[in-house]
Nanobody, 123 residues
Framework: QVQLVESGGGLVQTGGSLRVSCAAS????????MAWFRQAPGKEREFVAV???????YYADAVKGRFTISRDYSKNTVYLQMDSLKAEDTAVYYC?????????????????WGRGTQVTVSS
């Protein structure tokens, strides 16, 4: 497992932008699949975006075209740039890491998690 620490959440108005970050410990960052999930009150944790160790990305339909996941390998950090935010994007955002690509949308298959960072979009 790796240690993951998120930062950068906050309050933003509808249509605004926010970037959350996730710093990973250890020297295995380049080989890990890194993903973002979110959980709104009363709802299940849902997949948002993933960054493959080889460099590709994939997004949930709800955020495609608005969110961008990226990595800085020199800083062992993964980012989620969120633009054109909507009220329904309000949630706690979690960073997660794993090896392997099967079932990448299922949170149960990730073995390292951050504590989460709150993102609130006001309408």
């Amino acid at each position: 497992q790796v240690q993951l620490v998120e930062s950068g959440g906050g309050l933003v108005q509808t249509g605004g932008s926010l970037r959350v970050s996730c710093a990973a410990s250890g020297r295995t960052f380049s080989s890990l699949v890194m993903a973002w999930f979110r959980q709104a009150p009363g709802k299940e944790r849902e997949f948002v975006a993933v960054s493959w160790s080889g460099g590709g990305t994939y997004y949930a339909d709800a955020v495609k075209g608005r969110f961008t996941i990226s990595r800085d390998y020199s800083k062992n950090t993964v980012y989620l740039q969120m633009d054109s935010l909507k009220a329904e994007d309000t949630a706690v955002y979690y960073c997660a890491a794993r090896r392997g690509v099967a079932n990448f949308k299922d949170w149960e298959f990730y073995d390292s998690w951050g504590r989460g960072t709150q993102v609130t979009v006001s309408s």
